[in-house]
Structure formats: C-alpha cells, structure tokens
C-alpha cells in the first residue's frame, strides 16, 4: 500500500517544519542561555552555574567599574561609524547603479575586497597603516576602521534595493519639471529609505559587535567587545550578560518598529494609489 501523493507532501512539510524548528533552536540556544544567566544568583566570579534566580543584576546594570563606559564606547563609535557609512555608501550605491564611468568596476572590486578579507588581515594592515603615519591609537582610529568595513556592507544592501527599483518613476517626475535634487529627495530618497534603514541596523550590529579590528586599533580605548574579553579571564560577571540581553531588546525593538513603519508606508502607498504592489 502506497502513501497519496498529498499524504507525501503533508510529510515532507512536517519534517521541514521540524527540521527548521530543530535549526533555529541550535542557532539560539546561545542567546537564551545568555538571556537566562543574566538572572543568575552567582556566589562567585564565574557565572556558569545556576544558582538560583535575582533581579538584582537587573537593578543593578552597571555595578561593574568600567563595563559602563565601555558600553557607551561602543554606541558612540557605532552610532558614528554607521552615520559616516551611510552618507559615503548611499553615494556610492548609486554611483554604482546609475551611471557608467571609468573604472567602474575597479570600484566595485574594492567595495567587496574588505568583505572577503580576514579581519585579522584588516585590522593589522590598518594598524600599520596608523603607525606609519604616526597617529596614535584610540577612539578615532576605531570609528575609521569600522566605517571602512560598514561602507562595503551598506554599498551591497542600498545596491540590491536600487536594481531592483523602477527608474521610469524618476524619470516620470524629472518630465514632469523636477530637478535631479528634487527627483533625488522626494521620490529616490523615499522608495530606498527602506534599503538605508537596513544597512544601517546592520552597520551598526556589526560595528558594535566587533572585536577583532578593534582590538588591533584600540589603543587604550576599551570598547564593550574588549571589556568581555579582558573580563574573561577572571570571570565575565552577570551584569555582561544583562547589557547584552538590553541590547539585543533594542535590536528587536527596531526591527520592529522598521517593519511597523515599512507596512502603513507600504498601505498608504496603496491608498494614493489603487493597484499598486508595494514590495
């Protein structure tokens, strides 16, 4: 006797379900323990043990001398470092979509070459760089080194939105009397802002998630990444696994209020005008 072929179908999709279920656990697994050991009762310095449940690290985020300031570090260098990244990689994106100029694809190779490259590579290169030019270490060198590996991530993310937009729009409104700033600001600007937003969440994850470049080029500036590493040695406290449970919070909490955003645009769009598929 022989299974129907929708019976068949009713299988595979319930071993993908589970199969995806048992995937996504794996790659959380992690941050629910991290989540869960910030409520941890630790009697000593390791906080790998349950020893039972507090609130106390909670009230208590910054107790540790110095994790507070390595915090802000790391928000200012990527709240910098994604600003500086957006203006140049906007720039760039659609240098590199719209108009055709020599050495375009030199350009191109060069925007993708820090992706492919190890960051021990990147960050020593950039750190002999610094000294052969004399410039001490420190907070600077850091934003410099992060906007130059968050420029390439934003240059891909604004590309795949401008390539996949309808330039007969620009064009309609630039035949309707509107100048390349004017077309630029009320209709380019508009239909990317959602490739923008992206590029930005992900330069700023990335800049403030980083620890290898930053460990070349920090000098004696110690940044949230750094502070874990330095801590380790002697037991990373609670209050650690607090701030990354609050940042990860915050994450979410942007993703959501993007995608909340992106919908009623997309629904207004619809609105204005009857018909239209908003992507």
């Known amino acids: 006797m022989t299974l129907s072929a929708r019976t068949w179908d009713r299988v595979r999709a319930a071993a993908l379900g589970l199969w995806s279920a048992l995937a996504l656990f794996y790659l959380f697994l992690p941050i629910f323990i991290v989540i869960l050991f910030s409520f941890n009762d630790n009697k000593g310095r390791f906080n790998v043990t349950w020893q039972g449940f507090t609130l106390d690290h909670w009230m208590h985020p910054f107790a540790v001398e110095g994790l507070g300031q390595a915090l802000q570090n790391s928000i200012e260098i990527a709240a910098i470092s994604t600003v500086i990244a957006l203006i140049l990689g906007t720039g760039m994106a659609l240098a590199l979509v719209r108009y055709r100029f020599f050495g375009r694809g030199a350009v191109d190779l060069f925007t993708f070459l820090p992706l492919a490259s190890p960051e021990v590579v990147l960050g020593a290169a950039l750190l002999a760089l610094f000294l052969t030019m004399n410039v001490a270490t420190g907070f600077v060198t850091i934003v410099v080194a992060h906007v130059m590996f968050n420029v390439s991530y934003v240059v891909v993310t604004i590309k795949a939105r401008l390539e996949g937009m309808d330039q007969h729009i620009e064009e309609a409104a630039m035949d309707l009397g509107a100048n390349q700033w004017t077309t630029f600001r009320l209709v ?7 490739g923008i937003a992206a590029a930005g969440l992900l330069a700023f994850a990335l800049s403030i998630d980083d620890f290898v470049i930053t460990n070349f080029n920090a000098g004696e500036t110690v940044t949230f990444p750094l502070f874990i590493y330095g801590a380790a040695r002697q037991g990373v406290p609670p209050q650690v696994n607090v701030l990354a449970t609050m940042l990860l919070l915050a994450a979410l909490l942007l993703m959501a209020l ?9 629904r207004s769009l619809q609105v204005a005008v009857p018909g239209t598929r908003v992507e």
Not at 188 to 194: E, H, K, Q, V
């Open 258 to 266: 993007n995608l909340v955003f992106q919908r009623r645009r997309g």
């Open 188 to 194: 380019t600007f508009p239909l990317i802002l959602p």
